[in-house]
Antibody, heavy 119, light 107 residues
């Protein structure tokens, strides 16, 4: 069973760029669509987007201008970059993979990591 | 963008009860709806896919129904371990969207 672990800074200053990495173990990420989801405190979940190992991406239009996702198959990792961070971006960020062999929706999730935007 | 309206936002149940959670879509999404279980500090659990299909390893006390715009998650014979936040996700169109969640408390 695939396991996912997010890593990155817990604190980011306003206007800075957030970089998070998701390390996948138990299977090759080439078998999955890889997604990022976030949940601001007390608010509902927001789908950020996904990336496939061939570089195909799909981003939420609400974040598209600030989001970049990438994948490193040699390390079995995928990453999220979010620019121009503001307090509104404070959230628990989670990575997820889709069903093995197909489906771009989240199936297996990481535990999530809290990112706080503050000076 | 498809809005998912989930209800109720909070519910309380006693072990052995049956509960139902509703998720209504603002447009037809066929059966492209999943259900998830979220417990504090844990990874989210994927429990129902394509509206009605139980994810392998999930107990059959959980079931899903619906098509189009109206969907329901049903949990029968509630156990204390079922205390969690439950939410729906539509993957029919982009951007994927989530329901607001239902917090289930077990008395």
């Amino acid at each position: 069973q695939v396991q996912l672990q997010e890593s990155g800074p817990g604190l980011v200053k306003p206007s800075e760029t957030l970089s998070l990495t998701c390390t996948v173990s138990g299977d090759s990420i080439t078998n999955y669509f890889c997604s990022w989801i976030r949940q601001p405190p007390g608010k509902e979940l927001e789908w950020i987007g996904y990336i496939y190992h061939n570089g195909r991406t799909n981003y939420n239009p609400s974040l598209k201008s600030r989001v970049t996702m990438s994948v490193d198959t040699s390390k079995n990792q995928f990453s999220l970059t979010l620019t121009s961070m503001t307090a509104a971006d404070t959230a628990v960020y989670s990575c997820a993979t889709g069903p093995r062999g197909g489906g771009s929706y989240p199936a297996g999730w990481g535990q999530g990591t809290l990112v706080t935007v503050s000076s | 963008e498809t809005t998912l309206t989930q209800s109720p936002p909070f519910m309380s149940a006693t072990p052995g009860d049956k509960v139902t959670i509703s998720c209504k879509a603002s447009q037809d999404i066929d059966d492209d709806l999943n259900w998830y279980q979220q417990k504090p500090g844990e990874a989210v659990n994927f429990i129902i896919q394509e509206a009605t299909t139980l994810v392998p390893g999930i107990p059959p006390r959980f079931s899903g129904s619906g098509y189009g715009t109206d969907f329901t998650l049903t949990i029968t014979n509630i156990e204390s371990d079922d205390a969690a936040n439950y939410f729906c996700l539509q993957h029919d169109n982009f951007p994927y969207t989530f329901g607001q969640g239902t917090k289930l408390e077990i008395k």
